[in-house]
């Protein structure tokens, strides 16, 4: 009958549960996810729902009526707690539900901070719904944020704009340097601080006292909030119990399948094992979207490899960014930046030897698709590069 199962309530989830019906398939679909909610979009967590420009009703990839409607059974605030595949079955909740093919999509959970886990302070991490409500309700008088990456300061710009007083703390040099470079890390930097945000950087926590937070450059802090936003781990305790390979999630080939035949990963969960980029696990939202889908197809028996270049978005006070691509194992050797910092309005280029890895663009909306155009296409001319737009 090839009963499915899907252990994970978020978009990879719903999109792997949507693409095997739109493709066909009429066996049963059964996903398990440990969050009561409904499948739902997370970006809106940081963004939207924090500013009161989206409201919870939208953030939902399907209602509830659809999944009755396409026969796909929910068991909602239910964890898999083991898996055996000599068996085919998965332990989830008080029950053992027999699969013929599974698909792994537990995706991953904020890393901890422990200086803060027996503090007196009010700490907030956020990856779920009732995270975000809850920092929302919060987002006021002082607020400290451990973390320059996306979701840090897309919360510094949301609570920058709800009127609170933010301090952010980050150990590197400049805000996401690893991903872009020096020069657009420091185009982040400037607009965080012209937005009032105090923007310590090569900064970290010395010590906790009470409510009272020492950092390493000596200032001390009394914040409202402490708001962690340092990275995310995947979640790989039931492939790991189930002896599937692992390593910085689960290890998957080019086509989705992890180390038992019958099942897959996908999402933030999945190192995949890319046929042009090497071995990537990329935590963005499409990747999710699509290796969603894209092992939905494999379980029906497709053989075709997962090849399409990792693709980001942010939105940070009037700034949005679209990214393209990724430097894979090989690096980059140089960064092309044509429009006007200063206006935040540009296109970027990461190229390693003549060919484009990466591109990016910052409120020049039409450029999305010529930068998809050039990513990963061979060697580029230059001068060209500089003209799109
Ligand atoms: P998840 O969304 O983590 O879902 C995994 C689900 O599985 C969860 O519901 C979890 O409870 C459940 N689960 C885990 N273990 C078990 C188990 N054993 N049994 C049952 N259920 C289990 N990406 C972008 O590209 N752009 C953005 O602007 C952006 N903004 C973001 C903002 C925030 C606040 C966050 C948290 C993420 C953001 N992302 C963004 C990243 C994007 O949302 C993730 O890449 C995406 O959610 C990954 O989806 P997933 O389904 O693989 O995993």
């Not at 059974?73 to 595949?85: I, N, P, S, V, Y």
């Not at 719904?129 to 990456?149: D, M, T, Y």
Request: glycine letters at 8%; one cysteine or more.
């Amino acid at each position: 009958m090839n009963d499915v199962i899907i252990v994970g309530g978020g978009i990879t989830a719903a999109h792997a549960a949507s693409e095997l019906r739109d493709q066909g398939h009429s066996g049963p679909i059964t996903l398990i996810s440990a969050e009561t909610h409904l499948p739902y979009n997370r970006p809106p967590l940081s963004k939207g729902l924090l500013l009161n420009t989206e409201d919870v009703d939208s953030i939902y990839v399907h209602d509830r009526a659809w999944y009755a409607d396409h026969e796909i059974t929910l068991r909602l605030g239910t964890e898999a707690t083991a898996l055996d595949t000599k068996n085919k079955t998965v332990v989830a909740g008080q029950d053992t539900i027999t699969y013929d093919n599974l698909l792994l999509a537990t995706g991953s959970s904020p890393r901890r901070l422990d200086i803060f886990e027996e503090s007196e302070l009010n700490v907030a991490y956020l990856r779920t719904l009732e995270n975000s409500l809850n920092i929302k309700a919060k987002l006021k008088g002082k607020i400290l944020i451990i973390g320059a990456g996306w979701i840090g300061l897309e919360i510094a710009s949301a609570a920058r704009q709800a009127g609170a007083s933010v301090t952010v703390v980050e150990t590197a040099e400049l805000p996401l340097l690893g991903v872009l470079g020096d020069e657009l890390a420091n185009v982040f930097a400037e607009l965080h601080r012209e937005h009032g945000v105090d923007l310590r950087l090569a900064t970290s926590i010395d010590s906790v006292d009470g409510k009272k937070v020492t950092l390493s450059d000596c200032h001390q802090l009394t914040p409202d909030l402490v708001i962690v936003g340092i990275g995310a781990n995947p979640n790989v305790a039931l492939a790991r119990g189930a002896g599937l390979d692992t390593d910085n999630g689960v290890l998957v080939d080019a086509q989705l399948t992890t180390s038992s035949p019958n099942i897959f990963a996908a999402g933030d969960i999945a190192n995949h094992d890319h046929p042009t980029l090497g071995r990537i696990r990329v935590e963005h939202w499409d990747n999710a979207i699509e290796q969603g889908k894209h092992a939905a197809r494999a379980i029906l028996g497709s053989t075709e490899p997962y090849t399409r270049l990792p693709y980001f978005f942010t939105d940070q006070y009037d700034v949005g960014m679209e990214y393209v691509g990724h430097p894979g194992t090989q690096g980059f050797d140089e960064v092309i930046v044509t429009g006007d910092k200063a206006q935040r309005a540009l296109t970027a280029y990461w190229l390693k030897g003549d060919e484009v890895v990466a591109g990016m663009h910052l409120n020049t909306w039409d450029a999305i698709d010529k930068i998809r155009k050039v990513v990963r296409t061979g060697p580029v001319d230059r001068a060209e590069l500089t003209s799109l737009p």
